[in-house]
């Protein structure tokens, strides 16, 4: 998942702040004073000590307005009744933050080069005049892989999560170039690729500017309406799309659930829907981008079952870069407590990569020691990640990690 409006991102409960040391002779004033108050006097003199001593009053926030939160530090010494126990060393919390962010950044280096291969073939091929070749290339499948970064961009720019930023942003920019080859070669229509142009740059702007925190809160709002909308409405039709031969071909998926989606949005700003409606409405153009991705390995599959002698053309290199790509983003989505980034993430390392991998074992397209040796890495890799982070957060077992994953703390 080259890596996203979204659930908010646990972290542990922050002590109350104590009053203000200037107004504590006035809080003992005030104490005295009510002891020489009737009871009922007393009573309500004592209900409003919060209020007077400057505790912020409830305020309102758009239903899909999700209040930013910037990466964090270790949780804090003292603890409240509802927080977390305290960490017993700090220090590895903090060591295995800062590593699982070096780890989502060092995804960069094998999506980059899971996509270069394909923008030098189609560069040779239009330099030599052969744009016929470039016609192999689905510019569909390409777009709607556009759409998951952009989305998935978005969610990630609101969390700031600095490199899975940069993981998106150059899915972006790298998926979009092979549009414009395509373009360029006539395989992908015009007007299709202006339109796609105009949301490119305009998602690139937007993201950019929310994550340095120069957007209106509005305007941010209406670009996730749109990437909500278009998100349901592609994911529907491309999960049509792949059973075609097999069920008429049809594009009322996509218009329903696109109309369903212009119905939802608009209900959650008219403010129509419940506190928990709002939220997932708001979560939906994160989970519809992961589950686009997490349907492209699945169509893969389908494709490989459909012609076994295609399999012959699949790149295990590739499939490589895909599972180590995806890999490396699952120890920060666990460490952050981010079931959407780890179920994404998860999904793409183990059936778009290994599972692919698999498949071209049982064809024998790749040898057993390949497959073994991937295999046996994946699965010391997953077992890394769920014992560091049982360390870091001081749990007694990699089960109470997966808990607090899948159901919170």
């Known amino acids: 998942m080259s890596s996203p409006s979204a659930p908010a991102l646990r972290l542990p409960l922050r002590p109350a702040a104590p009053f203000p040391r200037a107004r504590a002779p006035a809080l003992a004033a005030g ?41 964090h530090g270790p949780p804090t010494v003292a603890a409240t009744l509802t927080s977390k126990p305290v960490l017993k060393d700090p220090k590895k919390y903090q060591e295995w933050d800062s590593v699982t962010a070096k780890f989502a950044g060092a995804a960069n280096i094998p999506f980059l080069l899971l996509q270069l291969p394909q923008i030098v073939l189609n560069a ?10 470039l016609f192999a290339v689905p510019w569909l499948g390409m777009l709607t892989g556009l759409l998951g970064n952009l989305s998935l961009l978005s969610y990630f720019a609101k969390k700031k999560e600095t490199e899975a930023v940069i993981v998106q942003t150059l899915g972006v920019i790298s998926t979009y170039a092979v549009l414009v080859q395509l373009a360029m070669a006539e395989s992908m229509p015009v007007p299709q690729f202006v339109a796609t142009s105009v949301v490119v740059a305009a998602g ?31 994911l529907p039709q491309v999960m049509w799309s792949t059973f075609v031969p097999f069920i008429p071909n049809s594009v009322l998926p996509g218009i329903i659930s696109g109309s369903l989606a212009i119905a939802a949005v608009a209900m959650a700003r008219m403010g129509k829907l419940s506190d928990a409606g709002a939220k997932f409405v708001g979560s939906l153009s994160g989970w519809t981008a992961t589950l686009l991705f997490m349907w492209m390995p699945v169509a893969q599959m389908w494709t490989n079952y459909l012609n076994p002698s295609n399999i012959k053309g699949l790149s295990a290199f590739s499939m490589l870069l895909a599972m180590l790509g995806n890999g490396l983003m699952i120890p920060r989505a666990v460490f952050i407590r981010d079931l959407m980034w780890f179920t994404g993430s998860a999904w793409a390392s183990v059936l ?3 599972g692919n991998l698999a498949c071209m074992y049982c064809f024998d397209s790749i040898s ?42």
């Open 31 to 71: 104490s005295s004073l009510a002891l020489s108050l009737s009871p009922s006097s007393r009573a309500s003199r004592l209900l409003k000590p919060l209020a007077a001593f400057g505790a912020p009053a409830p305020h309102h926030r758009p239903p899909l307005l999700l209040h930013q939160r910037r990466r």
């Open 124 to 133: 040779r091929n239009l330099l030599a005049g052969n744009k016929t070749a």
């Open 204 to 234: 690139l702007i937007l993201n950019f500017l929310n994550y340095c925190g120069w957007i209106p809160g509005t305007l941010w709002l209406l670009w996730e309406d749109f990437i909500t909308v278009g998100g349901l409405a592609v």
């Open 352 to 354: 778009q990569g290994w």
């Open 368 to 409: 057993r020691e390949f497959f073994f040796a991937t295999t046996s890495g994946l699965l010391l890799w997953i077992g890394f990640t769920l014992w560091r982070d049982t360390i870091a957060y001081g749990n007694s077992s990699p089960l109470t990690s997966l808990k607090e994953l899948f159901w919170g703390k």
